[in-house]
């Protein structure tokens, strides 16, 4: 593992290893005129000093490996993950699921990451915010998320050597501590564990570093960044969707909003177990000058409490 990657000089975080991802460069869909084009993406995630990359959606950047690979070697970037979209709680879904997300697989197993963050469907739609699902899952269309649930996390980690996180969202049917309660109960720990998105946790009215406190053992993987409490209060009072919250500003750079990041890395260290604590900011869309120095501050302040090194 790379110096910068990982803070080496002191103990207590050495196991820590910060990363990125496109979405901290704006980027949620695998193709779309308001983001940035993906090969100065990856540049400037370099230039900011980062060595550890989650893909983001897949197809936005190479899915053959060995371009990918290409592309990691000429930028100096170790693949660790990838992330899916993908329908549990409906049985006529599946076959596509699946597909998707052998897709996903062949193509990190093959350039040695050792994640696939799954993300949940909306019920209301990334753009144009309109409803596309039920808001609250009926027992059944529940339990069948379970089950697909252990069903994806066990092909994944049986036939491909990659273990699954399930990454709580805004506007999805795990947002809140109560949700995420519910999957950790229902749920089988191989297959099955948690993206500890920090930033969503908050907008649902949880707090990352209880969680952590609470459910040490299903913590194995991280999506660091920060939400304004007050926005995300007022975007549940008047019902905003998940993307105009976003719009408003919801997302901000750490130290700004919560979690406190200085009691989170001191409550990850002491899990004491190497865990990936990847940078994101929810900024679709955005000018395309913004997040190359936006993500250089967030590493530098990241860096100053112990994550990464600059």
Not at 85 to 104: D, M, Q, S, V, Y
Not at 249 to 271: E, F, N, Q, W, Y
Request: some cysteine; hydrophobic content about 35%; proline content about 8%.
């Amino acid at each position: 593992m790379t110096s910068k990657a990982r803070n080496l000089t002191d103990p207590r975080y050495s196991k820590l290893a910060v990363g990125v991802c496109p979405d901290q460069w704006g980027v949620w869909f695998p193709q779309d005129e308001k983001q940035i084009e993906p090969r100065q993406a990856m540049k400037e995630m370099a230039e900011a000093g980062f060595e550890i990359l989650e893909t983001g959606p897949y197809g936005y950047f190479p899915t053959d490996p060995k371009e990918l690979t290409r592309w990691c070697d000429e930028f100096g970037f170790k693949v660790v993950a990838g992330t899916g979209w993908g329908i549990l709680h409906k049985a006529e879904a599946w076959p596509e699921t699946e597909k998707t997300f052998r897709a996903i697989a062949e193509t990190h197993a093959a350039v040695g990451a050792e994640y696939i963050v799954h993300l949940p469907p909306l019920y209301r739609d990334d753009k144009s915010w309109q409803w596309t699902d039920d808001r609250v899952l009926r027992p059944d269309a529940w339990k069948l998320y379970v089950e697909n649930a252990n069903r994806l996390g066990q092909m994944l980690l049986d036939e491909y050597g990659l273990k699954m996180v399930l990454h709580p969202h805004g506007d999805s049917h795990i947002e809140t501590p109560e949700d995420i309660d519910r999957i950790f109960k229902a749920t089988d720990p191989k297959y099955v564990n948690l993206c500890l998105d920090t930033g969503h946790i908050v907008y649902g009215g949880g707090d990352p570093i209880q969680m952590v406190r609470d459910y040490p053992d299903r913590i194995t993987y991280v999506h660091i960044k920060s939400f304004d409490v007050a926005l995300s209060k007022q975007a549940h009072v008047e019902d905003w969707p998940f993307g105009e919250a976003v719009a408003k500003g919801a997302a901000v750079r750490p130290p700004a909003g919560a979690p406190d990041m200085v009691a989170l890395i001191d409550a990850l260290s002491k899990l004491d177990r190497d865990i990936y604590c990847v940078c994101e900011q929810d900024r679709y869309p955005c000018a395309p000058d913004f997040p190359l120095p936006n993500a250089i501050k967030t590493r530098e302040y990241l860096a100053s409490i112990g994550l990464g090194t600059l």
